[in-house]
């Protein structure tokens, strides 16, 4: 029995044995014969999750209390039903009318690049190169001799003058330290002089397969390095030690507690997977992390990391393997079928080989793994979509000559920001995953259209049109990419206009709220095989749930912006709670 198999099994049998003995205490009225709670949550506006019959209705179940036991849902409903289940020892949470939901699921984010983003020089919201670099050369006077200074999060769209920086603009506030500084995405960054001589690029240096080494007009490189071409500096760059990466991982934790996410599907470094696995012996674990692999790692590599930890494991484990088709739209290095509206020479730059591709890809599905794809432009989906489609045929084939085996293999695009109506019905035909980043849109908005032309951009960031098609959505942040708060992606999905009202991007794509909540939560859930276990506020379930300060259902789209978590709970322990914090 395969990894996913085996969870699935597990996750059901867990949520039959406890609704088994729901039922036989009397349904939606707890018996005496049920086991007494932990904690009982009462006197709440409580948000299930559960709709009925369809997640397409507007209204979802609501309920006035809730309890636990152990790390599980013990029983929703009626406040008077549920207190029955009170005993001596249990801890009784007044609510006092607050909004609760499930746990936000983010379902694409980077929590260790979060972390490290924290401690070295934050370009976030830089809103002129010149402040650029005098927070560089802040850094670079507190650093030690000749040590390495790195940053990130600079974005060249929100300057007056929108051009990319060079070696040379780093060259006079970085003295004698290499510098390399990645661009919001990480599709591209820039390296000083010094850097580069470390990596030894050169105006001989001939571009990498999948990168750019941008030059200017007498061939010398001028700093910027896209995608693959990155390669070079970051295998110079010292790396994080245990304890960097522990102090990074920690601070990055606290953000998602505070913001109510309590599962993250998250691609970081394997060292920084064993960083989880010793905050989870410690108890210092405060979210569930389901760590996705490199796709392009051997499958022998994958094998070994996959049994290297527990797959019953609903804290931590390995999942999806995650592969890049191109790079990103604001960097103009995702792969486009047609050239940019604004650079007609480019069409971006793709990563694979098709053939390779599909072999890889066939192979890694053969061995059940489920596999995960960053594709944003059209090119680079159609180059996923074709991978699954092909994977796919032979794993069925391959299942129909075994005994037994499934066909549920969730297979994800993450992204999927430009797709084509085809590509669309693909999804669904393929029961392709479309894993997306709404808050994606509050700063793409800015210069989509111009990347794109105004018929390409009508299909892009296509969430209602996937929905209506039957495509599983699973909503996440991308994470220090965008920041963590899921009421940003919220706001985006339900308005799809800028921060501030003024712009708005292709409507007929809004969702509705109940729409995106479950994007957040049971679609994401869904997208990492946990959807019997988590996604949503029912007897058996995980208990991980969040208290609001407003009723997100209800209140206008602009103050969705404006909520504050007041408790994250994961598996019935609260890891972070507003009171606490105010005493």
Known sequence: MNRIALIS???MFLLSATSAAFAQSGGSAPGTSMPKADLIFTRGNIYTGVFEPAPSLIAGRRAEALAVRGDRILAVGKRDEVMKLKGPETKIVDLDGRFVMPGFNDAHMHLASAGLEKMNVNLVGARTLDELRERLRARCEAAGPGEWVVGEGWDETLWPVKVLPTRWDLDEAS???PVYLARVDGHIG????RALQLASITVATKDPAGGKIDRDDAGIPNGILREKAQEAVSAVIPKPTRDNRRQAIELALADLASHG?????????WEDFQVYEQLERDGKLTARISEW??????????NRKRASHPASDNMLHTGMLKGFMDGSLGSKTAALLEPYADDPRNTGLPQYDAAKLNAMTRERVLAGFQVGFHAIGDRGVKLALDAFEEAEKAAKEAQAKAAGGGTDFRLRVEHAQVTTPLQVSRFKELKVIASVQPNHLLTDMNWAESRLGARRAEHSYLWSEFLRRGVVVAFGTDYPVEPVTPFRGLYAAVTRQSEDGKKT????QRLTIEQAITAYTAGAAFAEFAETQKGKLEPGMLADFVVLDRDITAAPPAKILE???????VGGKTVYDIESLRH
């Open 261 to 269: 996410i309590t599962s993250a599907q998250d691609y970081s470094q």
């Open 505 to 508: 991007y292709y409507p007929a």
């Open 563 to 569: 909520t504050k978590v007041l408790r994250t709970v």
């Open 190 to 193: 820039v390296a000083n002089t």
């Open 9 to 11: 099994s597990l996750a």
């Open 293 to 302: 692999l490199n796709f392009d790692d051997s499958l022998e590599d994958l």
């Open 175 to 177: 003295g004698q330290h």
